[in-house]
């Protein structure tokens, strides 16, 4: 099974400013989530996009998907300290295919 | 339960001991994963459970990794002889079947002395 590459592995930003990490995969998909993780612990889902979307939102996060090109970016806006965290893509090929995760970016948002 | 539930949050465990950890999911769902992470590193799938199917063991990393799942409620991962290279953060996370996201327990953080 796939596994998504995401970039940057590491970014810092300065507060307010947006940032945007994007998730690249080899073969099609039924779906594609983010999640959040802090601490090293559980992490939070965050959105699903599907395959036939291009773009999706909820709150500061804006993410789109490229079917053609099997990439998307999460876009968080405005970013705030309590961003700080580590953010992965995860790829569903559908079915009873387990999810699988890409490799994390690691954001540090500064006050 | 409102989330996902995992026991004990922390294990300090002597090598060549055998330990068991465990993962209430929410209910309902039918899919139940298990994920290993190293410290600053990605997920490592370990194995998953759907439904009344055969799981998918195809990420236990040796023989001494093994997880049982009763019906569609709680779950066992047990490492046999531990070694220190087991070390890490065990992640259960369930899901209803079909597209949907996960949901994450806190995970097991399992050291080996």
Redesign the interface.
């Known amino acids: 099974s796939q596994q998504g590459e995401e970039d940057p592995q590491a970014l810092s930003i300065q507060e307010g400013e947006n940032a945007t990490m994007n998730c690249s995969y080899k073969t099609s998909i039924?779906?594609l989530?983010w999640?959040r993780q802090n601490s090293?612990?559980?992490?939070?889902?965050l959105i699903?996009i599907?395959s036939n979307e291009r773009e999706k939102h909820s709150g500061r996060l804006r993410v789109t998907l490229d079917t053609s090109k099997k990439s998307s970016s999460l876009l968080i806006t405005a970013s705030r300290a309590a961003d700080t965290a580590s953010y992965?893509c995860?790829l569903?090929s559908?079915g009873?295919q387990?999810?699988?995760?890409?490799?994390?970016t690691k954001l540090q948002v500064i006050p | 339960g409102a989330g996902v539930s995992q026991s004990p949050s922390n294990k300090v465990t002597e090598k060549g001991k055998d330990v068991e950890l465990r993962c209430d999911p929410i209910s309902g769902h039918t899919a139940l994963y298990w994920y290993r992470q190293r410290l600053g590193q990605g997920l490592e799938f370990l194995i998953y459970f759907q439904g009344n199917s055969a799981p998918d063991k195809s990420g236990l990393p040796s023989d001494r990794f093994s997880a049982e799942r009763t019906g569609e409620s709680v779950s066992t991962l047990t490492i046999q002889r531990t070694q220190q290279e087991d070390s890490a953060v065990y992640l259960c996370a369930s899901s209803l079947a079909g597209p949907s996201g996960y949901t994450f327990g806190s995970g097991t953080r399992l050291t080996v002395v």
């Open positions: 039924n779906n989530q999640y090293g612990r559980g992490l939070v889902h699903l599907r992965f995860a569903d559908g009873y387990k999810v699988t995760f890409g490799t994390g």
